[in-house]
């Protein structure tokens, strides 16, 4: 058997390292993965993607890239009888799928952050075209809206390390400072801390930072990444295991989707 992997942009940690876990798992199973990354965020480029793997005759596929609802269903359609996993949708799509709840991590960033007192807290998203970074990005503001509280400050990155340096020197330069920055991945809270330092300003005594996925080198940022973890290596093991179990059944059994927890790892950026 051969399974295809279409994924958004390897170049970021998270797609990288779930891309990684997922060769491991099916390699031990006997298994073969290709890959076809997408070059943009767009349902045209995803189809470009899928239509890649079919014409290389996998038996099944994984989409490792953000779709909305309605797009979610077109590359369904697109696969027909061909078994597909989704890995960045909406936890309400209608597809065969494995996410980390994303209300879950976004509501864990903020009760955290609350907990230590802060008030004043900016907030860093990822792109808007993607699926997870606007249900993070809800899921902060309705957690922040329950205790009455609304962001100081929004700004919107890209999930790389350069954006969420550029941002933050943006959030930085606000007339009233932030005392802790919520952040959607931790390669742009890599760039936030940079920048924090060039502002003068000690972490975390002066200002807080969070991050999420908790990515392999976040334990080694200066100082140490507190964030909410997204444990890749199992999510990269349960799609493999799951995506072979339905085509061992032939698809008998019903499809069965599976969320996630995420879980806060308290490090040094948060006081
Ligand atoms: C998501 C990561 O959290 C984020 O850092 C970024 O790498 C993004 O992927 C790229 O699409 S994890 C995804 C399974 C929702």
């Known amino acids: 058997y051969t399974l295809g992997l279409a994924t958004t942009e390897l170049a970021l940690h998270a797609p990288s390292q779930i891309a990684s876990a997922m060769k491991t798992r099916a390699n031990q199973l006997g298994f073969n993965v290709v890959i076809s ?8 480029a995803c189809r470009t993607a899928v239509n890649e793997l079919m014409s290389q005759r ?22 027909g009888n061909l078994p597909a996993l989704f890995l960045d949708v909406d936890p309400q799509a209608d597809v065969f799928k494995i996410l980390f709840d994303p209300h879950c991590g976004a509501e864990q960033g903020v009760e955290h952050l609350l ?20 249900l993070r990005y809800e899921g902060w503001l ?23 340096y550029q941002q933050a020197l943006l959030l930085l330069s606000q007339p009233v400072r932030p005392t802790a920055i919520l952040v959607a991945n931790d390669q742009m809270a890599l760039g936030v801390l940079r920048a924090v330092h060039e502002f003068g300003l000690r972490v975390p005594e002066q200002i807080s930072v969070i991050g999420y996925d908790d990515t392999e080198d976040s334990a ?3 100082p140490p990444l507190t964030t909410i973890k997204q444990d890749f290596r ?3 093991h349960e799609s493999i295991n799951r ?5 061992h059944t032939h698809g008998d059994h019903q499809q069965s989707s599976l969320l996630l927890p995420t879980s806060l790892v308290e490090r040094h950026t948060t006081a």
């Open 142 to 164: 309705k957690t922040l809206a329950t205790h009455d509280i609304t962001p100081c400050a929004v700004q919107h990155g890209d999930w790389s390390a350069a954006s969420g």
């Open 234 to 236: 199992l999510l990269g």
């Open 115 to 134: 907990a230590l007192g802060h008030q004043h807290i900016a907030v860093l998203t990822g792109p808007l075209e993607s699926i997870s970074a606007r």
């Open 58 to 79: 996998v038996d099944g596929v994984l989409i490792n890239v953000p779709l909305s609802n309605d797009d979610a269903d077109a590359i369904a359609r697109l696969c």
């Open 243 to 247: 995506l072979v179990e339905h085509l």
């Open 220 to 222: 080694f940022f200066f």
């Open 37 to 44: 990354m997408i070059d943009n965020l767009s349902l045209a």
